[in-house]
């Protein structure tokens, strides 16, 4: 079953334009990842945050995490065309013991499309 | 550097054959994992192999599913009398360790007709 809910389920920008794409979850976790998915590839990590940390940056990648709200945000800014892709968030269960070997729960994607 | 392989790339199954799917991880990759994504749908955890131990398998959908990892390394995923229900991409993850980034195989799309 799928733990995430994500939000919107697709975004249509045009190049240039910054693209915001919400993620909610339900559970505990330890981190929480963002994928992306081209057509006919595979996932590609993007950037991983965890638990205790509020905010990550990477080049044109911000995500955010709200643990009381269980949702996290990716911000993508300056968009390119070849930033279409699905996207999707993924949590790592939390645990007692404070460590976790990583399964991944998806949430259903948002399909970002940018046009050129 | 070689990532994450898989193969076949492709499997067309007529309903009730046996198929086998291989994963090759990234070399020295503790941690191996096994999705299923239905289209249009974020993949699903099927089974997660520490070495080569089998630590969870809660995610296989029957008895007719079964992997292994017995040298630690290549994994094979077996489905036993297919149904139309198993069509799907399934993948294959590495990482390091557990709870990091995983590195994604390209997948193995099987149509079971």
């Known amino acids: 079953s799928q733990q995430g809910e994500e939000d919107p389920q697709a975004l249509s920008i045009q190049e240039g334009e910054n693209a915001t794409m919400n993620c909610s979850y339900k559970?505990?976790?330890?981190?929480l990842q963002w994928y992306r998915q081209n057509s006919g590839r595979g996932l590609v990590h993007l950037i991983l945050i965890r638990s205790n940390e509020r905010e990550k940056h990477s080049g044109r990648l911000r995500v955010t995490l709200d643990t009381s709200k269980k949702s996290s945000s990716l911000l993508i800014t300056a968009s390119r065309a070849a930033d279409t892709a699905s996207y999707f968030c993924?949590?790592?269960?939390?645990?007692?013991?404070?460590?976790?070997?990583?399964?991944?729960?998806f949430g259903q994607g948002t399909i970002l499309t940018v046009h050129p | 550097g070689a990532g994450v392989s898989q193969s076949p790339r492709y499997k067309v199954a007529k309903r009730g054959q046996d198929v086998a799917l291989r994963c090759d991880p990234i070399?020295?990759?503790?941690?191996l994992f096994w999705y299923q994504q239905a289209l249009g749908q974020g993949p699903e955890f099927l089974t997660y192999f520490q070495n080569e131990a089998q630590l969870d398998k809660s995610g296989l959908p029957s008895d007719r599913f079964f992997a292994e990892r017995p040298e630690g390394s290549v994994s094979t995923l077996k489905i036993q009398r297919t149904q139309q229900e198993d069509s799907a991409v399934y993948l294959c993850a590495s990482s390091l360790r557990g709870g990091g980034e995983q590195y994604f195989g390209p997948g193995t799309r099987l149509t079971v007709t």
């Open positions: 559970t505990s976790i330890n981190n």
């Open positions: 993924a949590t790592a269960p939390g645990n007692a013991g404070g460590t976790s070997y990583g399964k991944l729960t």
């Open positions: 070399s020295g990759h503790v941690s």
